[in-house]
């Protein structure tokens, strides 16, 4: 979605929007924002394009943050000592566990490996 990956957020005021674009965003995207911002609200909207850098994209800040959730799955030691017992394995996605659903319970510290 263009939304996602098109636009760094740099002010957000009350009916009014700045942004920075990358250079993929469809040349139409400010004028069919702004048109939607108000259909959505009911208010009339503003965007403005910024020379700004602004914020990181919405695709971008969801890269980051499941990266770091899969460095720390990486780093736990269950996690570890499966990848040693099993060579080559490797952690291909990470999702997380569904509401309410419990923890799972580690192995007993004294199972020894067969």
Do not use: Y
């Amino acid at each position: 979605m263009s939304l996602e990956r098109d636009v760094r957020l740099v002010r957000c005021e009350d009916g009014q929007l700045e942004i920075a674009l990358e250079q993929s965003a469809p040349k139409t995207f400010v004028h069919d924002l702004q048109r939607k911002l108000s259909a959505w609200t009911g208010k009339r909207w503003i965007v403005v394009v910024s020379q700004e850098q602004g914020a990181a994209t919405m695709r971008e800040q969801s890269d980051a943050r499941q990266a770091e959730i899969e460095r720390g799955v990486q780093s736990d030691p269950l996690v570890q000592a499966v990848l040693n017992r099993f060579p080559g394995a490797k952690i291909v996605g990470v999702t997380a566990p569904a509401a309410g659903a419990e923890e799972a319970e580690a192995p007993p510290a004294d199972m020894e490996e067969e």
